[in-house]
């Protein structure tokens, strides 16, 4: 079966620190892949997906994920995090028509 | 633009009580999926709705059945409750059975059952 890991299960940083999650999946044929963001107190949120073309996605609010198919990772980065950026993180594969989401990463930024 | 409403927000049911969530999707999107968030988890995909029928199912039981209407809105119901299905319930659309892109989620639905 299909999955999704995230090997941070918690990450604290100080603002202008950079970022990067892990994201792994187990299926070998073609996907979708996408990174959420639940911010505190709101809904799921599309941060970037990658379709296919350019293995370097970039997001919303300077995020950005790199694809490397030879590795099966999808992770995320950020160059300088943000107060703001305190929430939680989820990498998603779309195969045929259902997300496999990963069990997330919640990220806390110190001011 | 309304983006993906779910009502209601909380629920608190007893266990073998039944249990439906109802879900309208973003404006333009005809495709619904619903996913169960347990606590400390990432979603858990049940199943999704285009052109009212059942189109792809995740591993849940029978117990968990769903409806869409002519209007895209989708219903999700849970039959014969267990404290196991409490968690927050997902709404999300898309167009076109989700081909094109991401899915656009709801606030979703708190369901508590003791």
């Known amino acids: 079966a299909q999955s999704v890991s995230q090997h941070n299960h918690h990450v604290i940083l100080s603002e202008a620190a950079s970022l990067e999650l892990g994201c792994n999946y187990s299926y070998g044929g073609t996907v979708n892949l996408f990174w959420y963001v639940q911010y505190p107190g709101q809904h799921l949120q599309l941060l970037l997906k990658?379709?296919?073309?350019?293995?370097l996605v970039k997001g919303i609010k300077g995020f950005e994920a790199e694809f490397i198919k030879s590795k099966f990772s999808f992770n995320l980065r950020k160059p300088s995090v943000q107060w703001s950026d305190t929430a939680e993180y989820f990498c998603a594969v779309k195969r045929r028509r259902a997300l496999t989401f990963g069990s997330g990463t919640r990220l806390q930024v110190q001011p | 633009d309304a983006g993906v409403t779910q009502s209601p927000t909380h629920l608190i049911k007893t266990r073998g009580q039944q249990v439906t969530l109802r879900c309208s999707p973003k404006?333009?999107?005809?495709?619904v999926s619903w996913y169960q968030q347990a606590l400390g988890q990432g979603p858990q995909f049940i199943f999704q709705?285009?052109?009212?029928?059942?189109?792809q199912r995740g591993n849940f039981p029978d117990r968990f059945s769903g409806h869409q209407f002519p209007n895209y809105s989708s219903e999700l119901n849970v039959n014969a409750l267990l404290l196991g299905d409490s968690a927050l319930y997902l709404c999300?659309?898309?167009?076109?059975?989700?081909?094109?892109?991401?899915?656009?989620f709801g606030p979703g639905t708190r369901l508590t059952v003791l």
């Open positions: 990658y379709f296919s073309g350019d293995p």
């Open positions: 404006s333009g999107h005809d495709t």
């Open positions: 999300a659309s898309s167009p076109k059975l989700g081909v094109a892109g991401g899915e656009f």
């Open positions: 709705y285009y052109e009212e029928e059942e189109r």
